[in-house]
């Protein structure tokens, strides 16, 4: 039996080493592991590039979104800065007020008043004095017996630019009707004169004197003043002047003054106030200043 089992032995042909598994498992592992790092390495260009020429986009470009746009800036707030002479209290020697000024010129009110019927003499020097400025108009009745004539006698007096300081009127045993008021035709004089300088807040200056009573308005450096003569009953002065008296309007006077600021237009005013029929005679002519009449 030894002996045929040594020469089975010895029969049988000697064959090829078989690779185990393991190894190969070993060396798929390690190939794939290179050929990874050679894919993956210089920020994975190796394998876009094999990806690309397979037709396949592995890594799309990102869609990058555009940046927000930026919110409008608030508009910062307005700042105001006060100068401290608006929070400081008012110095007295400072203050000024409110002063009135004249809206018409002296040769306008001339033109208004023989628009209503007193034919007044022409702006013109007065004989007196070469730089002042005037217009008057003088009537005289006829006496009876021992009665006053009834006269009048307007005066408005101003500068040579034509800027008014005072206007009067003088009447001396004036007509009037049954009621004991003025005649219409005088009263028109003074209608005339507190009309044309647009100064609406005397309101009771014209009725006091078409009752000839005394009256006496201020404001705002106008004064407005119409009285009976004390020791002559039948005499009446009226007088209306603009003049400022006190510190704060002499200030706003000073400040306003026409060297300084530009003249301003006289307002357009209808002056056409004649009436229909005029009782003061067509002989009434305007002289000079008679010392019967004081002014």
Known sequence: MPENSSSANAKQPVGKRKIPVVFWLLLAVSLSLVMGTVLLSNDMKHLKTVGHYFGFDLFPAEVKLPPPKALPRPTPPATFTFPLHIIEPPVAQTASTFLRTWRISGPAM???????????SDWAAASFDADTFECIFEHRGKRE????????????????????????????????????????NILRIFETMLRQPQWLDFHETLNAIKNLRDIKEDGFGASI??????????????????DATSGPQK??????????????????VGTDLRPASV????????????QEHPH
């Open 110 to 120: 001339c033109t208004a008043l023989r628009n209503a019927g007193i034919e007044t």
């Open 145 to 184: 017996k021992d009665q006053l004539p009834n006269s009048i006698f307007v005066i408005v007096r101003g500068d040579a630019a034509g800027a008014i300081n005072n206007m009067r009127v003088k009447i001396i045993n004036p007509e009037t009707d049954q009621n004991a008021q003025l005649d219409p």
């Open 225 to 242: 003043n119409f009285s009976r003569e004390v020791l002559n009953p039948g005499r009446y002065n009226f007088t209306l002047a603009l």
């Open 251 to 268: 200030r706003t006077r000073n400040y306003f003054s026409d060297r300084a600021w530009l003249q301003s237009p006289e307002p357009t």
């Open 279 to 290: 009782s003061i005679p067509a002989d009434a002519k305007a002289p000079a200043e008679s």
